[in-house]
């Protein structure tokens, strides 16, 4: 009687441990799952990310949402015929939005970095100590 006790407490322990082994294979196999589904999930985040960019706003380009300040081409284009001679780039602004009737707000002096740096870009205009001019060169 002993020894079939102890080979039914032995199978029983047995199949409780291939119980046990059935349960974590299970488990580490949903982990992976779970860790797969996470990685494709980042990988496939990070792919939209790149193919479309939240921030970009085309300044080169006016619709009927956008005033046309916020057009870069015509900013500098005005920045650039009013640099009659050295002003210092608040000078500059601030008769810009005299011109233009319209308060400095900070969306508008952005536009109007965009605008200095793509005529600064284009060589068109020159900086010295924060005075600029026209480039005559």
Do not use: C, P, W
């Amino acid at each position: 009687m002993e020894t079939s006790a102890i080979a039914i407490f032995q199978k029983e322990n047995f199949k409780s441990k291939f119980n046990d082994q059935v349960k974590q294979k299970k488990f580490i196999d949903n982990l992976f799952n779970v860790i797969d589904f996470k990685s494709a999930f980042m990988e496939r985040k990070q792919k939209d990310m790149e193919e479309f960019d939240y921030y970009s706003i085309d300044y080169f380009l006016v619709s009927k949402h956008q005033i046309i300040e916020e057009n870069v081409l015509f900013t500098s284009k005005t920045l650039y015929e009013l640099l009659k001679k050295e002003q210092h780039i608040d000078e500059l602004f601030l008769a810009y939005t005299n011109e233009r009737e319209i308060t400095l707000n900070l969306n508008m002096e952005r536009i109007l970095y965009l605008s200095l740096s793509l005529l600064y870009s284009l060589n068109l205009i020159v900086e010295n100590k924060n005075m600029i001019k026209r480039n005559l060169g």
